[in-house]
């Protein structure tokens, strides 16, 4: 049991090693290194070494190294390691002393060695940087600096050789003195060629002086230095800014100026003077205008704002001038530089073909040159606000890039000028970002007037540029109301518009939305409200209705001027006017004298001629028949039958000629009855018929009221005649007839006859109407008073 036991694990083992591994044969390293480094006045005794391993390994074949570090004659040292570095550890650095190093690679398919380095010991040293570096400026020497260092170790360790670097300051450009130069074991060296008044930065470092032998060393640190002021060797950069500000027929030209390129200092001032092309002094002295300069150091360090303002003027445009600025700074003055502004009249010609794009990191230009071939070179200008920049460029150039500092969202207004010897031509202008991005606020809405009806007009401000961030492409126009939303898109050159389609009494909300290529921006809605009416409705309905009226009542007014008489009639009747009446006598046996009207005031009554004794019993008898008449006129209200009655007055019986009480007493009708005796002798002047006529007593009813006479005969007979014993007849007596007429027209004048005569003639009746209009008041009833006689 036991034998088979250990036959079996035998036969395992065999197995086992029968298996086969992969793997390769080790190859010789390269690139091996060896430093000792320094510490502080002496090389370290410490030797580290790397290499770099060839070839592939694998787990199941592992290489390892051994580096081997021999003095010769002296010791031998060794260390093994899987990795690609080691580190021999002595007791002291073998100064001078000539050493062997090589690393030996072996793993199980085999063993290899690296070439075997005998150098002296200095081979391996690597020292400390140069100290106390210093970069020394010398007023004398305005292109060159003076480096001084010291060494980092002493000469009885090694020998050292140097290397110097130098670049302008926030450069990294590095300019290297030749080695050759500072192969000798120096501690100082002068930099020369170097451009004045210029920031310099400058470094050294060191190795064994010994061809091939030793590291170098690290850089030291940074000595910064400005050369010294020099005197300009280049031309101030002249430029002008010619807007059309100034006046009609002139213009405002800005001089500005930035330093030389070479200006070699600090410019302090700028000597500047303006003729005419024909040797005339413009700024008024044969001297140089001083210009003084004032800036700062860090505007005097940045580029960005190294333009000086020199000057403003306004030329007249039939005017050309020459424009020479030189640049003076500590040491000296420059070359001078000059500019013609021509003629309005006489620009030259422009490029053609000017295009501008954006690469999103730069503003690229191209054009084509004008038809000539005398071009001297072009300046690409490009504005923005109140800042202003240029450069120039070459005769042959048809494509550049700007070279200044462009900021995003910016717009810039870039031109090409061609410069004709120190003329420059018209220029092309074209705008352009160097990024563009949405708006940072929307445009200013509001109504332009007030809205109609249908209709409203509105208007808006350009976002400022400050705040566009990019060319506006178009505008959108919202306006919605509670149950519409409309939206109106026009161009982006459009800054008003008139929505049309409206509501009227209808209350809007609208809102303006400008958009560029990266986005969109949307400005502070706006609020109106749409009229019930258009404007001038109201207005019109007024003047018609105005108008209207004022026809209506012209027309009433002319009317009533054309029909006044027919109004007169209607309105106001006629008063029949008893002094026209023809009725005169009671009688037939006297008849009726035909007279004209407006003869006298007594037409149509006839005087009668009586014997004393008749008119003696006459007044007789009307005084015993007075006091019953007038007790029967005063019982009725004193009411007037004829001619004008009082308000009072109305309609009574009246009283019969024949004096019949019975009649009187029993008469109780509303009209007031007259007795009249109708004589056919012609009523108002008309010719009555040849064949006799009897007289007719025609009974009359009118409404019209008494006469004070006839109310009060007694009385208007006491006081136009005083009582008398009797008549003189009037055939007997010539001159008693005549005052018998006086006292009887004398008597009739209270009456007015005459007005009430001619009233009558303008309303005399027809033919028809004349037994109606004839006068109501009985006649006889004068009789009494005026002598005459009455019927029994």
């Not at 309005?344 to 490029?351: C, D, H, T, Y």
């Not at 008449?629 to 009655?645: N, P, R, V």
């Not at 109780?668 to 009249?676: L, P, R």
């Not at 409404?703 to 008549?727: A, G, H, I, K, W």
Request: hydrophobic fraction near 35%.
């Amino acid at each position: 049991m036991v034998s088979a036991r250990v036959l079996q694990l035998l036969g395992l083992a065999c197995l086992a090693s029968a298996v086969p591994t992969t793997g390769d044969r080790p190859e010789k390293p390269e690139n091996l290194t060896c430093v000792a480094l320094q510490e502080k006045k002496h090389i370290s005794s410490t030797v580290t070494c790397h290499w770099d391993a060839v070839g592939r390994q694998t787990l199941d074949v592992p290489t390892i190294y051994t580096l081997y570090f021999r003095v010769l004659s002296v010791a031998s040292y060794n260390m093994t390691t899987s990795g690609n570095s080691a580190k021999i550890s002595m007791s002291v650095f073998p100064h001078f002393m000539e050493v062997e190093i090589w690393v030996e690679a072996h793993n199980k398919l085999g063993t290899v060695e690296t070439e075997h380095l005998k150098r002296e010991s200095g081979y391996v040293v690597k020292t400390n940087p140069p100290g106390d570096v210093e970069a020394i400026s010398e007023p004398s020497f305005s292109t060159s600096l003076l480096i001084n260092w010291t060494r980092p170790i002493g000469k009885e360790y090694v020998a050292l050789t140097y290397q110097i670097r130098f670049c302008k300051n926030a450069s990294q450009s590095w300019t290297y003195v030749p080695l050759g130069e500072t192969a000798k074991d120096i501690q100082s060296f002068r930099i020369q060629y170097l451009q004045p008044d210029t920031m310099y930065v400058t470094q050294v470092r060191c190795k064994n002086s010994k061809e091939g032998y030793g590291h170098w060393s690290e850089w030291s640190h940074r000595a910064v230095k400005r050369t010294p002021e020099g005197r300009p060797t280049g031309k101030p950069d002249l430029w002008r800014v010619i807007s059309e500000e100034g006046g009609i027929g002139e213009r405002r030209v800005q001089f500005l100026c930035k330093d030389p390129v070479t200006a070699n200092g600090r410019i302090i001032r700028f000597d500047m003077k303006i003729q005419g092309q024909r040797g005339k002094v413009m700024n008024g002295s044969l001297e140089w205008e001083r210009i003084p300069v004032n800036k700062s150091e860090e505007d005097y360090s940045s580029t960005r704002t190294n333009i000086t303002f020199l000057k403003e003027i306004y030329l007249a445009d039939r005017k050309s001038i020459i424009v020479d600025v030189i640049a003076v700074n500590s040491v000296g003055k420059s070359a001078p530089a000059s500019l013609v502004v021509p003629e309005r009249a006489l620009e030259r010609p422009p490029v053609e073909g000017l295009r501008v794009w954006s690469d999103g990191r730069q503003l690229w230009l191209e054009w084509t040159p004008p038809n000539r071939s005398t071009v001297s070179e072009y300046v690409v200008e490009w504005i923005t606000g109140d800042q202003v920049d240029w450069q120039r460029e070459n005769r042959s150039t048809r494509l550049t890039a700007i070279k200044g500092h462009l900021e995003k969202f910016v717009c810039y207004t870039v031109s090409v000028y061609p410069i004709y010897n120190r003329v420059a031509g018209k220029a092309v202008r074209v705008e352009a970002f160097l990024e563009q991005g949405a708006p940072l606020e929307g445009p200013v809405l509001e109504l332009n007037g007030k809205p109609g009806r249908n209709h409203a007009e509105v208007t808006w401000t350009e976002i400022p540029p400050h705040s566009r961030r990019g060319f506006i492409t178009n505008y959108t126009i919202f306006y919605s109301s509670v149950t519409e939303k409309h939206s109106v898109l026009v161009p982006g050159n459009i800054t008003s518009y008139t929505l049309t389609s409206l509501s009227g009494n209808t209350r809007y909300e609208m809102c303006v939305m400008a958009s560029t290529i990266a986005g969109s921006a949307t400005g502070i809605c706006h609020a109106f409200t749409t009229p019930k009416y258009e404007d001038g409705v109201i207005e019109l309905i007024v003047v018609g209705v105005s108008l209207g009226f004022l026809f209506v009542f012209v027309m009433t007014m002319l009317l009533c001027f054309y029909k006044k008489d027919v109004i007169k009639r209607n309105f106001w009747p006629q008063i029949p006017n008893p002094g026209e009446s023809t009725i005169g006598n009671w009688s037939p046996d006297y008849p009726l004298k035909a007279e004209t009207p407006k003869e006298n005031c007594l037409s149509g009554i006839s005087v009668l001629d009586v014997d004393v004794c008749d008119a003696k019993c006459v007044f007789e008898e009307d005084k015993t028949s007075l006091p019953l008449k007038k007790d029967k006129y005063m019982s009725e209200e004193h009411s007037s039958g004829i001619g004008g009655s009082s308000c009072m007055s109305s309609p009574r019986q009246s009283v019969s000629d024949s004096d019949e009480g019975g009649d009187m007493a029993d008469t109780t009708a509303s009209t007031v009855q007259y007795s009249s005796v109708v004589a056919f002798s012609g009523y108002k002047g008309q010719t009555p018929s040849s064949q006799p006529q009897q007289g007719i007593f025609s009974r009359s009813e009118s409404t019209q009221p008494l006469l004070d006479s006839e109310e009060n005969p007694d009385m208007l007979v006491q006081e136009r005649y005083p009582r008398q014993s009797c008549f003189t007849h009037a055939t007997g007596n010539e001159d008693s007839t005549n005052q018998l007429e006086a006292e009887q027209q004398e008597m009739l004048e209270p009456l007015d006859f005459c007005s009430l005569e001619e009233d009558s003639e303008q309303t005399a009746p027809t033919d028809e109407q004349s037994a109606d209009w004839l006068p109501a008041a009985p006649v006889s009833s004068y009789m009494p008073q005026l002598g005459g006689y009455r019927p029994q």
